[in-house]
């Protein structure tokens, strides 16, 4: 089973920056299509920000500009680089595979971590 492990969350102030890490263990994650996903209270969960194997990013219309994710395959670690912030950016922030790629979902994925918290208010 992948294990998936957030962290980097903290209180912010509007314009500030944070940088959210997401370490896995139990699997190499290089290969695959990975993601930052964030829920609000209540509101469902999006998909904010996604890495593709060759490094190639994709992001929300609401984050363009202001986020980066990145990827370390020796460390096994993807990273979202946040700047810029607005309140409406307070989310629990989750990492996971970009799952609208996959047709069934790789063997010992699917399980979500506890996320990180980022609140962004003065």
């Known amino acids: 089973q992948v294990q998936l492990v957030e962290s980097g969350g903290s209180l912010v102030q509007p314009g500030g920056s944070l940088r959210l890490s997401c370490a896995a263990f139990?699997?190499?994650?290089?290969?695959?299509?990975m993601a930052w996903y964030r829920q609000a209270p209540g509101k469902q969960r999006e998909l904010v920000a996604t890495?593709?194997?060759?490094?190639?990013?994709n992001y929300a219309d609401s984050v363009k500009g202001r986020f980066t994710i990145s990827r370390d395959n020796a460390k096994n670690v993807v990273y979202l680089q946040m700047n810029s912030l607005k309140p409406e950016d307070t989310a629990v922030y989750y990492c996971?595979?970009?799952?609208?790629?996959?047709?069934?979902?790789?063997?010992?994925?699917?399980?979500w971590g506890q996320g990180t918290q980022v609140t962004v208010s003065s």
């Open positions: 996971n595979l970009d799952f609208t790629w996959y047709s069934r979902t790789p063997g010992g994925f699917g399980s």
């Open positions: 139990g699997r190499t994650i290089s290969d695959y299509v």
């Open positions: 890495i593709y194997s060759g490094g190639g990013t």
